[in-house]
Structure formats: structure tokens, C-alpha cells
């Protein structure tokens, strides 16, 4: 795919301007690492991406590399991890399925020194050696406020994502510190809050197509949590003449949902940058897996990060994201270098794009 190549090509070029940190994937007596990554899925077009640029980065560094999927499986996820402590590995980076289920493969794992890295997904276990992701929580903020500045008052529609993933919790949180006080106000009625199990794109057609059923396609404006859940949503807003009419936010910046803000029916999504998570998680995994400490980042308490009753702290580093919108997706995701130009505008009239630079 283009954007493996992009992000691959963007993380070499990373690691050779001066990384060093990615030299030295030994511990003492020059034995290499061994690195266990743990993914819940492939079927969400990321984390194939990011597995396969993270294993070239720790194959460079000089280290061993076990990769696993888990298929949406929280417990085969669970036993792949154990089956990675078994089989000898330093540290462990985890894209968990279940935040909840993965803590007892993260307490497991800790008890046999292992460290052990929560890779943009929190995991919800005291035992963690680091949290790296975005502010998710500004996530939801930005797709909020972007779609209450086109529709103050009306009839919304809330889509979150997998229940099971913690970061749709941080993301609901923020939609809702932009979203309450509007309801509080009587400006805003939610008419219908649907959870989308896996992120998955044809289930969220499906909620929707209920949801339109339900109210009489009463809606004036949907916050939907990512690029997949609302662009599945929008199908089922076409076939009733509302894509591109009810504004609709997404997240991710992936190249269908960018090329469907620039043709007005996606109304923004939200930018996180990879190409500076992945660099940070190798960073993170590597200097932990030879003993060393960890600088820059912040200690959250568990019950902070899930809105739980957990005890315990969590070391954690949070990158910020950008909100984008048919204004400025060319000049952040594309000129970037993040999608490249000619999916994101394909099919589009050649006088309404931007010069290719």
C-alpha cells in the first residue's frame, strides 16, 4: 500500500537523521533484545502499518522481533503474550483488544521482570513500564467543537467506538466537556449514543441505519469517533440524502476519510501524526529493554485514564493532534507527506485541487 511506504520510508529517514537510540538494540554482553508485539487486529488499516515499520525499526536497531495478532480475540491475545514471556522475550509492546482482559498478560508478564510498553491503547494495570499515545481526550474535544461550530443547537447523534478500548472512553470524555454544557443549556438533544464494537465500518453502517429508523432521520449533526465508524455511518446517511448535509466528524486522517473531506461529506477528522508515535515507542522499548530510565514522561493514575475505581499509577507520554478540515487537510496530511496527494484527490475535478507540490 502507498501509505506503508510513506510511513516506512518517513521512519528510515527518522532513524538515520541522528536516532542513535536506534543503534543499540543489545543488552550487556552484546546479547540482541528480544521484542514481543502484541496487536488486537489487522483489519484496522493501522496497525498492519505500524507493525510493519516498527519491525524494521527493531530489526535495524539489531534486535529480535516476535510479532502477533489476536484477531479481535482478547484471550488469544492474553495467551500469544504469555506464550512471548515463555519464549524469552526482553520487553513487550501491546496494541491490547480488551484494555480490561490485557492487564492480567501485563501483571503476568511483570512479575517475570519483563517491562512492558501500552502502545497507543491503554492497558489497565499499575504493572505498565509506559502509556504512549495521543491526547485522546483533545481528540473527542476537536471532533466536538468542530462539528457544535457548524450546528450550535439541534439533534445529535453520538457514535463512539469499541467499548472495549479505553480510548474510546477518553474520546466520549471529550466530546462530552464540549457536548454537556449544550445539553445542559437545552441547545442540544442527543437522540441517539451508540457504541461501534471493533471500529468496525459495516456495523456502523448498520447503527445507523437503525438509528435513522428510529428517529425518522431527525438528526442534524453526528460525532462519530473515527475515520472508519463514519464513514460507515455516511453510507447509510447517502441512501437517505444526508451525506454531506449532516456534518459528521471522524478521526485518523486516513486517505478514504481525507479524500471524503474534500469531497464534502466527511466533515473533519483528527491528525495523529505516526510517523511520530511509532519513533517514540521504539525509543521507549528499546531504552527499557536494556534497563535504562525513561525521560519526559507523566505519571496518570489509573483511575484518572478510565473513569474506574482502579488504584496505581502510569507513567505516560501523550502527543498533541490536529484538528482538519477541507481548509487545511492539504496542507497537513498531504504536503506533510502523511497521504499521499493522488488518493486523496482522486477522482476529484483537476480545478478543484490544490497544485501538487
Not at 55 to 67: P, Q, R, Y
Not at 156 to 171: E, H, I, K, Q, Y
Not at 220 to 239: C, E, I, R
Not at 251 to 272: H, N, P, R, W, Y
Request: with cysteine.
Amino acid at each position: 500500500m502507498k501509505k506503508v511506504a510513506i510511513i516506512l520510508l518517513s521512519l528510515v529517514m527518522l532513524a538515520s537523521m541522528g536516532m542513535s537510540v536506534f543503534a543499540s538494540g543489545q543488552q550487556d554482553g552484546d546479547k540482541p533484545l528480544k521484542v514481543g508485539l502484541s496487536f488486537s487486529d489487522f483489519d484496522t488499516e493501522r496497525w498492519s502499518t505500524e507493525a510493519d515499520a516498527m519491525e524494521k525499526l527493531f530489526t535495524e536497531a539489531g534486535c529480535e522481533v516476535v510479532i502477533q495478532v489476536a484477531n479481535h480475540d482478547a484471550k488469544l491475545q492474553n495467551d500469544q503474550i504469555d506464550n512471548m514471556v515463555t519464549g524469552g522475550v526482553d520487553v513487550l509492546l501491546i496494541v491490547a483488544e480488551d484494555g480490561a482482559a490485557a492487564a492480567t498478560a501485563v501483571d503476568d508478564a511483570a512479575a517475570e521482570g519483563i517491562k512492558v510498553i501500552a502502545y497507543d491503547r491503554l492497558i489497565k494495570s499499575a504493572n505498565l513500564s509506559a502509556y504512549i499515545s495521543f491526547d485522546n481526550v483533545a481528540v473527542g474535544e476537536a471532533q466536538a467543537k468542530a462539528i457544535v461550530e457548524r450546528v450550535p443547537e439541534g439533534r445529535f447523534v453520538m457514535l463512539g467506538g469499541s467499548p472495549t478500548d479505553n480510548n474510546a472512553v477518553l474520546f466520549r470524555k471529550g466530546q462530552m466537556n464540549i457536548v454537556q454544557p449544550l445539553v445542559d443549556a437545552g441547545k442540544i438533544e442527543i437522540v441517539a449514543d451508540q457504541w461501534v464494537e471493533n471500529w468496525d465500518s459495516a456495523t456502523a453502517t448498520t447503527k445507523m441505519e437503525n438509528i435513522l429508523t428510529a428517529i425518522d432521520n431527525g438528526v442534524d449533526a453526528v460525532v462519530a469517533s473515527n475515520d472508519g465508524t463514519a464513514l460507515g455511518a455516511l453510507q447509510a446517511m447517502k441512501a437517505q440524502g444526508l451525506a454531506g448535509v449532516v456534518p459528521i466528524s471522524g478521526q485518523d486522517a486516513t486517505a478514504a476519510g481525507c479524500k471524503s473531506i474534500v469531497e464534502g461529506e466527511l466533515s473533519m477528522t483528527v491528525f495523529k501524526d505516526l510517523r511520530k508515535l511509532m519513533p517514540l515507542a521504539v525509543e521507549t522499548t528499546l531504552a527499557l529493554g536494556r534497563g535504562e530510565s525513561i525521560s519526559g514522561m507523566t505519571s496518570y493514575s489509573l483511575k484518572e485514564l478510565t473513569g474506574d475505581n482502579l488504584s496505581g499509577d502510569v507513567p505516560c507520554k501523550f502527543l498533541e493532534v490536529i484538528s482538519v478540515d477541507a481548509d487545511n487537510v492539504y496542507e497537513e496530511v498531504v504536503k506533510s507527506g502523511f497521504q499521499a496527494y493522488d488518493e486523496v484527490y482522486k477522482d476529484i475535478p483537476e480545478d478543484q485541487r490544490p497544485p501538487k507540490v
